[in-house]
């Protein structure tokens, strides 16, 4: 099978890491699935930002927008709003540190680029929800996090339903990935969207054949950070699925992932570590 090694262009510079890197989740909504996630205040976003940094994350994402199962819709301007207070803090903590900007909005994402200085987009829509995303990821030059969702965060788990859930979301990437190549956007991430419109089963027939994904010859990034794919398996709620987290992750790490989005840093960068080690001898 095909390998690529993960490369991004980030300001210009085009960053081909030795190891996967860690991407440290900073909530700043009232209403995320994970209620130790949310980060609200000055001073309490100042010190995630710094935390994220401390415990070895490289990039920080900051989304204004939950996106949990059945989410309530935030207007632009809140979501502008909210970041825009967000990545002054962060800016002023962390310095030039790595952003990533977690929102559907083309308004939004050109917002927090040109004023802020973020440098990935992360779009759980795929360009879906907003029809102008794609044209301005070209306009703006940063990479882009395409993600695989069926629906909307409002009614993406209402009986979901897939044929073949690893073909239809290898088709959709390739397809999506053709179009952003068509705009000029090349330097593409892929995310295949655990738990947005999924089933269980569906999570964890992707998962099992993650490495599938590296045909598509893009970065990967993996999202599963104390999401219902660990919860309803084990019986158990977001607070206590650190250990269900850390198992998916190192998984993830072995079949190919370049990228862990998650709440939980510094276990991250220890799977990241202890899993580098290990295919030094695989």
Do not use: W
Not at 19 to 29: D, F, K, Y
Not at 216 to 242: H, N, Q, Y
Request: hydrophobic share 40%.
């Amino acid at each position: 099978m095909k390998q690529t090694t993960a490369s991004i262009n980030i300001s210009g510079t085009l960053v081909q890491p030795v190891r996967p890197l860690v991407m440290g989740i900073l909530n700043v909504t009232p209403d995320s699935f994970y209620p130790a996630s949310r980060v609200q205040g000055d001073a309490s976003i100042a010190a995630r930002a710094r935390q994220i940094i401390d415990e070895g994350g490289s990039i920080i994402d900051i989304g204004a927008y939950s996106s949990r199962p059945g989410a309530d819709d935030v207007p632009p301007d809140e979501e502008m709003r909210r970041l825009s207070h967000a990545l002054g803090i962060v800016r002023r903590e962390v310095g030039d540190v790595v952003c990533s900007i977690d929102t559907f909005r083309a308004d939004v994402a050109k917002m927090c680029v040109e004023e802020y200085g973020v440098t990935i987009v992360n779009d759980i829509s795929g360009g879906e929800l907003d029809d102008a995303m794609f044209d301005t990821v070209a306009r703006l030059k940063v990479p882009y996090v395409l993600m695989h969702m069926r629906g909307t965060p409002k009614d993406m788990q209402d009986a979901p339903h897939y044929d073949d859930v690893l073909g239809e979301v290898m088709l959709y990437l390739s397809e999506k990935v053709a179009a952003l190549n068509d705009k000029g956007v090349s330097d593409i991430i892929i995310d295949p969207g655990f738990g947005f419109g999924k089933t269980l089963d569906d999570n964890y027939r992707l998962m099992a054949s993650l490495d599938l994904f590296k045909e598509l010859e893009c970065p990967l990034l993996v999202g599963v950070s104390r999401k219902s794919m660990v919860c309803k398996l084990l019986g158990i709620t977001p607070d206590d699925a650190l250990g269900g987290t850390t198992v998916l992750d190192t998984f993830a790490l072995m079949k190919g992932a370049d990228i862990l989005r998650v709440h939980d840093v510094r276990q991250a960068v220890e799977a990241v570590e202890i899993t580098s080690k290990l295919k030094q001898f695989g």
